[in-house]
């Protein structure tokens, strides 16, 4: 086991014992059937230039010196593949993705291996230990470690868990899709909040539109809004029929009055419709706050034909806390929970089982009323009507909550907030 930050300088001799340089930085290469990559081939600084020979032609890697097999002279140089990686130039000191802790992190040392006569790269570390290693305090880090009984493993990342962030000419990042369709919009939204504008656009590219509406939904609506600000309407628009309308609107509220006129006319009618009747009430209203994708049944109904209904309509609605009963007019007269529904015998109709005294709120009342409807009856999501009592929408507990709970303390509460979405 060695770290690069012990490998780099040190000096690569002849076939004879002479000095021909000291080493640079080291070529690897990923396999298909194998997770961490191979050393392929090492970088030799010498005085006036750099030649790259194959790791193949080194008689050792792992010593104080690097002696060569053969005379320099009589070793082919080794040309660079675009596939290769250089440790050093590419990896040391650079961000990357650690896919496993969905996080962003900067790599202070690469570890090395030696598996079945070859090198590999083993794990990168992230901790402090590294940083230490390379000023060359790493026996004061370790020895403080243990005394205060820190874990020094857990800087260290596997490379099977790493995608690092670099760039080819075309400025596209190196990301595998399949790697971020592994990522949670939660994490992956945690991932572009540490990085740059630049990395942040290339990153949101790779992600399909269900993704990234996803992953949009998990930041601040300003946020969506800067990190928009790069893709085409016709892009966004499509994004935005894939959001949930109350989450599109709050996203539009941010954007100038006449792109957002542009996108909503780029969108699907009823989908645009939906946003632009959000549109018209203020934010921190039940109407601003509230999301029009509910499930709503007829009173004359039986069980079987609501489950029937709701397996129908179910993949449409994100959010099915309760089932809502309105008559033909759409005036709300009653609701009940999908166990209510399960409990009920098949040929029961929905008017014999259903909760006629349901608490709601009005289009009109502000945040702070609905948070206190929500926590007095221990609600998920509250319905919104008219002055007749019609049903409009639903606000949900954590958008109820959003403004008055910090996000520092959302974060603490995964098991109320993540449930929720």
Request: charged share 30%; proline share 5%; aromatic share 4%.
């Amino acid at each position: 086991m060695a770290f690069i930050s012990e490998l780099t300088g040190r000096p690569v001799t002849d076939f004879d014992g002479t000095k021909i340089g000291v080493l640079k930085d080291l070529v690897a290469r990923s396999r298909k059937e194998f997770h961490h990559p191979v050393i392929d081939a090492v970088v030799i600084q010498r005085k006036r230039d750099q030649v790259t020979i194959p790791y193949s032609d080194l008689a050792a890697l792992l010593s104080v010196a690097i002696p060569l097999k053969r005379p320099l002279g009589e070793i082919h140089p080794y040309t660079l593949q675009e596939e290769d990686i250089l440790l050093v130039k590419d990896v040391l000191d650079k961000q990357i993705i650690d896919i496993d802790g969905a996080r962003v992190v900067r790599v202070n040392d690469i570890e090395l291996i030696r598996v079945n006569g070859s090198i590999v790269v083993s794990n990168v570390d992230v901790g402090t230990l590294g940083i230490l290693r390379r000023i060359g305090l790493e026996k004061i880090g370790r020895w403080l470690a243990s005394r205060f009984k820190v874990d020094t493993s857990q800087g260290q990342i596997s490379w099977e868990f790493v995608e690092p962030l670099v760039h080819d000419q075309s400025m596209r990042l190196k990301v595998p899709v399949e790697k971020l369709a592994e990522l949670h919009p939660s994490d992956i939204a945690d991932i572009i909040s540490d990085l740059n504008r630049v990395q942040t656009g290339q990153l949101l590219d790779k992600l399909d539109l269900e993704q990234l509406a996803d992953t949009l939904e998990e930041v601040e609506p300003d946020f969506q809004a800067s990190l928009l600000h790069h893709m085409p309407d016709e892009k966004i628009a499509d994004v935005l029929e894939e959001m949930s309308p109350d989450e599109a609107a709050d996203l539009l509220a941010e954007l100038p009055q006449e792109r957002t006129k542009k996108l909503l006319s780029l969108m699907e009618h009823d989908e645009a419709e939906e946003v632009r009747k959000l549109l018209t009430y203020p934010e921190d209203t039940a109407g601003g706050l509230m999301t029009t994708e509910f499930a709503a049944v007829r009173p004359n109904l039986t069980a079987s034909q609501i489950i029937k209904q709701l397996r129908m309509i179910g993949e449409e609605i994100e959010l099915l806390y309760y089932v809502y009963v309105t008559d033909e007019s759409g005036h709300l007269i009653g609701d009940f929970s999908l166990p209510d529904l399960i409990m009920a015998l098949p040929g029961t109709q929905v008017s014999e089982f259903m909760n006629k005294r349901v608490v709601s709120v009005h289009l009109t009342d502000e945040q702070d009323e609905i948070a206190q409807v929500v926590a007095k009856y221990n609600l998920r999501a509250v319905p919104v009507v008219d002055d007749n009592e019609c049903l409009h929408g639903i606000v949900t507990a954590d958008d109820a909550l959003d403004k008055i709970i910090p996000t520092s303390w959302k974060k603490r509460l995964p098991r109320f907030f993540g449930g929720l979405k």
